[in-house]
């Protein structure tokens, strides 16, 4: 695992974007792609470097990490919408290549392994963007998730359930669960990149970095995976020892 210390969230989104940058360069890149806040920055270094012609994403296609299960994709926080605004929208990247649970098929259990039978019928993911939760969560695989889990239903704790409240009007409206990538299916991925900002993350990134690999702190399967870089500013780093 490379742990890569920026100054500031700018820097953090620089170096993002040269790693995702290299594999769209290569051509065919397979993206996976991350919500939240944590990566909106490379987000918009990705569209500065389309815009100024560094960058082509015509080849490229996309695979999301997870969706809120009932919320209808047209909703602004739906993660289908989300990553069409803050990143799709603003690249020539085709939006019909950029995939994501669906979390309004009937048959819900059945989306996610459909959803596994894509990533893999695409070949797989070249490269996997990762925010972290404060309890240690990446994608939606809560404390507790498996290991070797594939992409299911999750229930999403009280405590991620606030962190999220502020996308939302209020916490009351944060949908209880959501269908994400298992840990099994992220590990897949060939390059695992994980984006970590401000000392919120501090405890997150030590114990995934530094603890045991253990379910209770989901993300320390980054220190199964091969080839892992973590991207994150000094307050992120804090808790490093
Ligand atoms: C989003 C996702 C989540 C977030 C995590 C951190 O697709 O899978 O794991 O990456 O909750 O969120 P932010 O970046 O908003 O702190």
């Given at each position: 695992m490379e742990i890569v210390i920026r100054a500031d969230e700018h820097e953090v989104a620089t170096?993002?974007?040269?790693?995702?940058?290299?594999?769209?360069?290569?051509?065919?890149?397979?993206?996976?792609?991350?919500?939240?806040?944590?990566?909106?920055?490379?987000?918009?270094?990705?569209?500065?470097?389309y815009r100024d012609g560094e960058l082509d994403f015509t080849t490229a296609s996309g695979f999301l990490l997870d969706e809120y299960v009932g919320l209808p994709k047209s909703h602004p926080q739906s993660y289908f919408?989300?990553?069409?605004?803050?990143?799709?929208?603003?690249?020539?990247?085709?939006?019909?290549?950029?995939?994501?649970?669906?979390?309004?098929?009937?048959?819900?259990?059945?989306?996610?392994?459909?959803?596994?039978?894509?990533?893999?019928a695409a070949g797989g993911v070249d490269v996997q963007l990762l925010g972290i939760g404060t309890d240690g969560h990446i994608g939606?695989?809560?404390?507790?998730?498996?290991?070797?889990?594939?992409?299911?239903?999750?229930?999403?704790?009280?405590?991620?359930?606030?962190?999220?409240?502020?996308?939302?009007?209020?916490?009351?409206?944060?949908?209880?669960?959501?269908?994400?990538?298992g840990l099994g299916t992220i590990r897949e991925a060939r390059h695992l990149v994980m984006i970590a900002l401000g000392a919120g993350k501090a405890d997150a990134i030590a114990a995934a970095a530094e603890g045991p690999l253990s379910a209770f702190c989901p993300a320390s399967?980054?220190?199964?995976?091969?080839?892992?870089?973590?991207?994150?500013?000094?307050?992120?780093?804090?808790?490093?020892?």
């Amino acid at each position: 695992m490379e742990i890569v210390i920026r100054a500031d969230e700018h820097e953090v989104a620089t170096t993002v974007a040269d790693i995702v940058g290299g594999y769209v360069r290569q051509g065919n890149a397979i993206l996976g792609l991350a919500t939240g806040s944590s990566p909106l920055g490379s987000y918009r270094e990705l569209a500065r470097r389309y815009r100024d012609g560094e960058l082509d994403f015509t080849t490229a296609s996309g695979f999301l990490l997870d969706e809120y299960v009932g919320l209808p994709k047209s909703h602004p926080q739906s993660y289908f919408s989300v990553i069409r605004s803050e990143f799709v929208d603003h690249v020539n990247l085709d939006p019909a290549r950029v995939l994501s649970p669906n979390g309004e098929a009937g048959d819900i259990a059945g989306e996610g392994r459909r959803y596994d039978a894509a990533i893999a019928a695409a070949g797989g993911v070249d490269v996997q963007l990762l925010g972290i939760g404060t309890d240690g969560h990446i994608g939606f695989n809560e404390p507790g998730s498996s290991l070797t889990s594939r992409t299911r239903v999750k229930t999403l704790t009280e405590q991620t359930r606030r962190d999220n409240a502020r996308f939302f009007d209020g916490p009351d409206d944060v949908p209880h669960h959501v269908l994400t990538q298992g840990l099994g299916t992220i590990r897949e991925a060939r390059h695992l990149v994980m984006i970590a900002l401000g000392a919120g993350k501090a405890d997150a990134i030590a114990a995934a970095a530094e603890g045991p690999l253990s379910a209770f702190c989901p993300a320390s399967v980054m220190q199964w995976h091969p080839h892992v870089t973590v991207v994150i500013d000094e307050a992120a780093a804090s808790k490093l020892k």
